[in-house]
């Protein structure tokens, strides 16, 4: 579907009128022509959902495969727009994540906006702008949908949930229960970045170099190692609860304990000093970019290798692996040499980072 | 999955302790913790989600057939709890009809919670248990999920994602593009009770009979018409914008004149009454169990006996026919004879009915 919405000056106008509905009333989520009139003017053609809801209650899709991931995430993040990204860039890429850790393709997309009344239109255009871009960097189709409106004071502006679809295209059993002894585990790049690009804003810090959110879509990451034969065992994006919650969520799911090196986890300046700021712990800050890889150690080099090659991985570290035994532990080697249990997060760290 | 929470009283038990977290916390969300003990204590257990988020990104699933249906939908529904269901019970039954619609079984299900700081945890746990309930009815999994928390003001409760994954077994394209003139158009029972079942809790409208929601799953009804060889062109349930909405609706898309007649269309004593009293129009009141059936003219009347063998169809009526053209036109003959154009909802009626 083209972009049809350009005005003279060759820049995006939004479909709705601003003049007649600024905002968004409770009777765009009422079931009438005004909501028939949202649906049809600004989220079919932008969205490009062309069996959108309001012509039928589902899409009727075709399965390519029998094998399948499913997967279905809320989003409250707030500011709505933060460096780096906005909620609809990270519903999208969110849900593309969570197929891709599956190793699934991520093919349909589902997206059920929850609105304020009162929201701008022009917030909600740019986030549905926002969503139609991060959708077709991974080929996923936007393929149903729906629309409510709750009362001011009800809601925060916008909460979007995305559903996803993936098709798995392979033979291996990507999950938890794969992990192996001496399995390798590769960290695509330095983390923390979502969590405190959130914060800093949240919080008016000012550095020198803002802190942007890592938020990306790592399908096409993890297609190429899929494709080149690598055996992969598990994959986990390091999102709420940051990579030491992911790791500990693995190693209790597999029953195994797992080791890392913390002078291998990359962290940056910006991060490192925002979150001693704060008083936060880089390993349990979000990421949304972020993931670690559970490879079979023979094919661990040519894993980096690819990894490095690639534009969300080229900062990709070996940080640790899979150790012998039936214990469902983490530990870690500290930068000064000594070691100690690395724990899920285990309160309130950072709400409604996602 | 059997139900481990009895305690000696053979009562259901909350999982998570009570006394000890009476309410939601903005920790049940952080990813940390606390949010897996309220997901491994109380979403695991009792929705019966083998493979739901905290062990992997996304749920594992088989599809045993190429031709699907992909629904999702969020629930705001004021207030929680109404004569004849709550929320949890209209979530589940509210993507089941729109797979069912869809002429799909429901297969696969996915949940996600909006919780308001505060909620109180016993809430929680009631309407969790009433998901898991209506899915049973339906014979619906749910195998996937997602929590989020929003603080204190930024929500109302409860908002609960569905999201739905159904299999179309027949040859059948059950959806507006197969309208044809002389179809049959049958409605299963009388309308707008679940619109005005909320409607007389929020205005403390006494009656001596309780207006009780319809709120039902009708797949059961669907697959016994389907199974029966009747040929469906289309389905609509009647949820926001009511029966007059479904028919404009569904006219539109198929671009053909629709005409039914009033005195077919079962109302109630109750919801007449009730509606007369809010200046409600009941053919745009929204219902939870309702829907049109297109039946080929040649299977009517057999379509119609199937259903009123069906609990949830015991008073299925004929209301209208598709006309000869190609204009989307929805026309009624009223109570004295006359005919007008039935339009579809065009502002807000009833804020945050689903």
């Not at 009344?117 to 549905?128: A, F, I």
């Not at 009800?154 to 909460?159: A, M, Q, V």
């Not at 214990?327 to 040499?337: P, Q």
Request: hydrophobic content about 40%.
């Amino acid at each position: 579907m083209n972009k049809p919405f350009q005005d003279k000056q060759n820049k995006f106008v939004c479909p709705v009128s601003i003049q007649r509905y600024p905002n968004v009333l409770l009777a765009h989520g009422g079931g009438g022509r005004l909501m028939n009139n949202l649906i049809e003017k600004m989220f079919i053609p932008t969205l490009g959902a062309s069996h959108l809801k309001s012509k039928h209650d589902g899409a009727l899709v075709e399965l390519p495969t029998r094998r399948a991931a499913f997967t279905t995430d809320s989003y409250v993040v707030r500011p709505l727009f933060f460096p780096g990204g906005d909620i609809g860039k990270l519903a999208v890429n969110g849900t593309v994540n969570d197929l891709a850790m599956c190793g699934a393709r991520p093919l349909y997309m589902g997206t059920s906006f929850i609105l304020e009344e009162g929201l701008s239109m022009e917030t909600l255009w740019r986030v549905v702008q926002s969503m139609r871009a991060a959708a077709d960097e991974s080929g996923v189709e936007l393929v149903t949908g729906d629309t409510k409106v709750v009362e001011r004071g009800k809601g925060d502006g916008l909460y979007i949930n995305t559903t996803g679809i993936g098709m798995i295209e392979h033979d291996q059993v990507v999950a938890p229960s794969s992990l192996e002894q001496g399995d390798v585990i590769v960290l695509n790049g330095d983390i923390g970045r979502h969590g405190m690009a959130i914060m800093t804003v949240r919080e008016h810090l000012a550095f020198e170099n803002v802190i942007e959110s890592d938020c990306a879509p790592l399908w096409d990451l993890v297609r190429e190692l899929l494709d080149a034969g690598v055996e992969i065992h598990c994959l986990r994006d390091l999102t709420r609860g940051g990579l030491a919650s992911a790791l500990v969520e693995i190693s209790e799911a597999a029953g195994r304990p797992i080791h890392i090196e913390e002078r291998e986890v990359p962290i940056s300046e910006e991060v490192r000093g925002a979150c001693e700021i704060l008083g936060l712990e880089p390993f349990h800050v979000a990421n949304e970019g972020r993931f670690v890889a559970f490879i079979a150690s023979k094919d661990a080099e040519r894993a980096l290798v690819l990894m490095r090659k690639h534009p969300l991985g080229h900062s990709a570290r070996i940080i640790g692996e899979v150790k012998k035994g039936n214990v469902a532990r983490v530990t870690m080697k500290s930068l000064i040499g000594t070691s100690r249990i690395v724990h899920m997060l285990s309160g309130e760290q950072l709400p409604r980072i996602c």
